[in-house]
């Protein structure tokens, strides 16, 4: 079986010492690694925006618990989609590494 880089698909060279290598090169290393922070970022966004959404649904005037019900069902549904994600990436990192 030959194995890829996670990031570009490149095959890898196999060395028969040490640690098998998961990437084909420095930078689709920081690449991966600049992909799985902005993930990172992306549900800690998703997740404060329903945050407040919620405490507007809850403590906010009239006007904004009027409107607050559709954006805590939109941002509900963006941290599911971010955390799916990240959850994608991940796995695809762990099945590189083995």
Known sequence: MTECCIECGTP????LE????????ATCRR???YARRRAQAAVARAERE?????????A??????MVSGPLVAFWAAEVERAR???RALLSAEERGAR
Request: with cysteine; net charge positive.
């Open 18 to 25: 040490g640690r098998p290598a998961d990437y084909c090169s």
């Open 12 to 15: 890898l060279a196999s060395h």
């Open 31 to 33: 690449m991966r690694e």
């Open 84 to 86: 799916s994600a990240l």
């Open 60 to 65: 906010g005037t009239f006007g904004q618990r």
């Open 50 to 58: 329903l945050t407040e959404a919620r405490l507007r649904a809850v």
